[in-house]
């Protein structure tokens, strides 16, 4: 029988508990903590841990991402740190030449502010690669940008007609321009591509633990999964080779939805068959509207950009409604993308009438990213005991904030985003996550503007909308408790999320106490090591 016990630093034990200074983990799960854990220890030889001044908390989780589009976008051109379209086609160049045999070349995550509202040109991409076709997705995986041969093999032209859900940019003689807009549009190009085979995805689900396990992150809500995604994760929970634990949002698409449900319920059996602790599937994901860069977040109000326009519905009508009272009484949990105000109310009122027409139970829905909410529908949130999992990390305004996003929200509205104070004071469970890769998945990242809403330069001075900047131990609980709450972890077989006897000791170590850091200093805070089940992946150990 394996026990350790960490001595030697700051044992949190979360925002409404007194920290302590011991833990003993006995085959992977919390045995006791303080007094108790040193009386413990003396009994029985241990493997003693010295923090060395380090703190020891939950480890944390994310509650909103695509590890697989993470760990695919490390096998592409490296073309997130480009700083302009110039260095953006001399890294597909570059790639193009090291991979002569790929027939298709896809990256990910360009910045979309780069050029001016987003519309990147097809014979840019041409001048790096003109016989082979190249996809490349923008950083908020809403927008892909292609090269003419990408179009011409995609079948798009002049006489594509606008796709349901998307959109087209085109030149003044109708060509398509080289920028595609939300799935309905994306999916055409992504059609035409050949599927990528499961060992390819079994490297990205590698290359994800490779990125989160060194940030303390060892639970993921896959909030996009699609039916060939369900096979790459139970290959992989069957080989054992899983490096976090993962929970899967099936993703509901309203075009094809009916035929949707039955196969949902399947891959739940199918992910429940393996009987793996590290991977579950009770989620159902839908999309309310689409982002606000590229006007396709659903708004109340119009755009300032486009006076007569509200934004995208993806579903009409009553039919997200009717497909989340569907989901719900299947005993699915709700997952709703929610950008815009008039988006996060469709997704309050269809999470209301499941409620209503199903009957009470344990359903913790999510709205994911709730970036604009209208004063009515604030309070609704706790009223409902709907979790607002929100990407701390974009509240502060930097350039897609300033370039893209509050020229089209206008000022008065735009001081109105990431109301994640405002939320917690009205009683709503408030959960954290990156939606990595489209930003940084390193939860400390996060955590420095939940408590500052500056930019790393540090503007602006005060931070930007200051009455919503959260203490350091509830941006704490927003990435570790909150989001193991989202993932029903208090009811796993082994229940994890927390420092507590009988939990499962998943545990990340910290150089520093992050409580004593300045807002700026967290994101260079030295993860030690990150446990799961009392497992170490030990990092750096430098101070």
């Known amino acids: 029988m394996t026990t350790t016990l960490f001595t030697g630093g700051t044992i949190w034990l979360g925002a409404d508990r007194p920290a302590s200074d011991a833990l003993l983990v006995r085959e992977g799960v919390i045995a006791a903590v303080g007094d108790e854990a040193r009386q413990l220890a003396e009994r029985a030889p241990v493997d003693l841990v010295d923090l060395d001044g380090g703190f020891l908390m939950p480890s944390f989780g994310d509650g909103h991402a695509h590890p697989m589009l993470g760990g695919f976008e490390e096998q592409g051109p490296a073309v997130r740190e480009c700083a302009s379209v110039a260095e953006i086609v001399v890294e597909v160049r570059r790639y193009a030449e090291a991979n002569p045999d790929a027939e298709w070349i896809f990256g990910a995550s360009y910045?979309?502010?780069?050029?001016?509202?987003?519309?990147?040109?097809?014979?840019?991409?041409?001048?790096?690669?003109?016989?082979?076709?190249?996809?490349?997705?923008?950083?908020?995986?809403?927008?892909?940008?292609?090269?003419s041969r990408a179009?011409?093999?995609?079948?798009?032209?002049?006489?594509?007609?606008?796709?349901?859900?998307?959109?087209?940019?085109?030149?003044?003689?109708?060509?398509?321009l080289?920028?595609?807009?939300?799935?309905?549009?994306?999916?055409?190009?992504?059609?035409?591509?050949?599927?990528?085979?499961?060992?390819?995805?079994?490297?990205?689900?590698?290359?994800?633990?490779?990125?989160?396990?060194?940030?303390?992150?060892?639970?993921?809500?896959?909030a996009w999964v699609e039916p060939e995604d369900v096979d790459v994760y139970v290959e992989a929970a069957a080989r054992d080779i899983l490096p976090f634990r993962c929970n899967l949002a099936l993703y509901a698409d309203p075009r094809h939805f009916e035929r949707q449900l039955p196969a949902m319920i399947e891959a739940?059996?199918?992910?429940?068959?393996?009987?793996?602790?590290?991977?579950?599937?009770?989620?159902?994901?839908?999309?309310?509207?689409?982002?606000?860069?590229?006007?396709?977040?659903?708004?109340?109000?119009?755009?300032?950009?486009?006076?007569?326009?509200?934004?995208m519905t993806v579903w009409h009508g009553d039919a997200l409604a009717e497909a989340v009272r569907a989901v719900d009484a299947a005993g699915f949990q709700i997952h709703v993308h929610a950008i815009g105000d008039a988006?996060?109310?469709?997704?309050?009122?269809?999470?209301?009438?499941?409620?209503?027409?199903?009957?009470?139970?344990?359903?913790?829905?999510?709205?994911?990213?709730?970036?604009?909410?209208?004063?009515?529908?604030?309070?609704?949130?706790?009223?409902?005991?709907?979790?607002?999992?929100?990407?701390?990390?974009?509240?502060?305004?930097?350039a897609l904030m300033t370039v893209l996003t509050v020229p089209r929200l206008g000022r008065e509205r735009a001081d109105r985003q990431y109301r994640m104070q405002s939320l917690a004071a009205s009683g709503a469970r408030v959960a954290f996550g990156s939606d990595w890769p489209c930003s940084?998945?390193?939860?400390?990242?996060?955590?420095?503007?939940?408590?500052?809403?500056?930019?790393?330069?540090?503007?602006?001075?005060?931070?930007w909308m200051p009455e919503e900047i959260l203490g350091v131990e509830a941006a704490l609980h927003g990435y570790s408790a909150a989001v193991a709450?989202?993932?029903?972890?208090?009811?796993?077989p082994t229940p994890w999320g927390e420092?507590?006897?009988?939990?499962s000791a998943d545990l990340v170590w910290l150089a520093r106490d992050p409580r004593e850091q300045q807002p700026h200093d967290l994101p260079g805070v030295s993860i030690r090591a990150t446990f799961i089940a009392g497992v170490a992946r030990e990092f750096d150990k430098t101070a």
């Open 499 to 503: 420092i507590r006897p009988g939990m």
């Open 178 to 222: 080289g920028t595609l807009r939300e799935w309905g549009a994306v999916d055409l190009v992504i059609a035409a591509a050949p599927t990528r085979d499961l060992e390819a995805g079994l490297r990205a689900i590698t290359a994800a633990g490779d990125y989160y396990l060194p940030r303390g992150v060892t639970w993921v809500q896959d």
């Open 268 to 311: 739940r059996n199918r992910v429940a068959d393996v009987a793996s602790p590290m991977l579950t599937a009770h989620t159902v994901k839908f999309f309310a509207d689409g982002v606000v860069e590229n006007e396709t977040g659903a708004l109340i109000e119009p755009y300032c950009s486009a006076l007569h326009k509200h934004g």
């Open 485 to 492: 709450h989202q993932a029903f972890a208090d009811l796993s």
């Open 151 to 176: 179009l011409e093999l995609a079948g798009i032209d002049a006489t594509t007609p606008e796709p349901v859900l998307g959109e087209i940019p085109r030149r003044d003689d109708g060509a398509p």
């Open 440 to 463: 940084s998945g390193a939860p400390l990242d996060g955590i420095a503007i939940a408590t500052s809403r500056q930019t790393e330069e540090g503007e602006p001075a005060g931070g």
């Open 343 to 398: 988006a996060v109310r469709q997704a309050l009122d269809a999470i209301e009438g499941a409620i209503e027409a199903n009957g009470p139970r344990e359903r913790r829905p999510v709205i994911a990213h709730a970036q604009l909410i209208d004063d009515a529908d604030l309070p609704r949130f706790a009223e409902l005991d709907v979790i607002a999992t929100m990407q701390p990390l974009w509240a502060q305004l930097d």
């Open 111 to 147: 910045d979309g502010s780069l050029i001016e509202n987003g519309l990147f040109d097809a014979r840019w991409l041409d001048e790096a690669v003109s016989d082979r076709p190249v996809v490349l997705r923008a950083w908020d995986y809403h927008t892909v940008w292609c090269n």
